[in-house]
């Protein structure tokens, strides 16, 4: 399982990225997939998650302002992030399964700063 992140910097508040993660070494189209971030000296946090018919879910900290896509002819899955606040700054990684239980990548960092 080869995960792959990438479309990390640093934006100012109320700015967009687009974050993508390459996946490899697995059937991709079988698995749901995750978005989890980690900010310095706090645990994991699930950010979002998608099913494999396309279904997604987030929690109430970034509805409305992120979304999770994914393209399995390309093998990749997606992370559009609007609206950006200083505390979406973090260490982002995406993984296997909705609820990003599984295994991840080395994450793309992420710095919301004016």
């Known amino acids: 399982v080869q995960l792959v992140e990438s479309g990390g910097g640093m934006v100012q508040p109320g700015g967009s990225l687009r974050l993508s993660c390459a996946a490899s070494?697995?059937?991709?189209?079988?698995?749901?997939m995750a978005w989890v971030r980690q900010a310095p000296g706090k645990g994991p946090e699930w950010v979002s998650g998608?099913?494999?018919?396309?279904?997604?879910y987030y929690p109430d900290s970034v509805k409305g302002r992120f979304a999770i896509s994914r393209d399995n002819a390309k093998k990749t899955l997606y992370l559009q992030m609007n609206s950006l606040k200083p505390e979406d700054t973090a260490l982002y990684y995406c993984?296997?399964?909705?609820?990003?239980?599984?295994?991840r990548g080395q994450g793309t960092q992420v710095t919301v700063s004016s």
């Open positions: 998608v099913s494999t018919g396309g279904r997604t």
């Open positions: 070494g697995f059937t991709f189209s079988s698995y749901g």
């Open positions: 993984a296997r399964e909705v609820d990003g239980s599984g295994e």
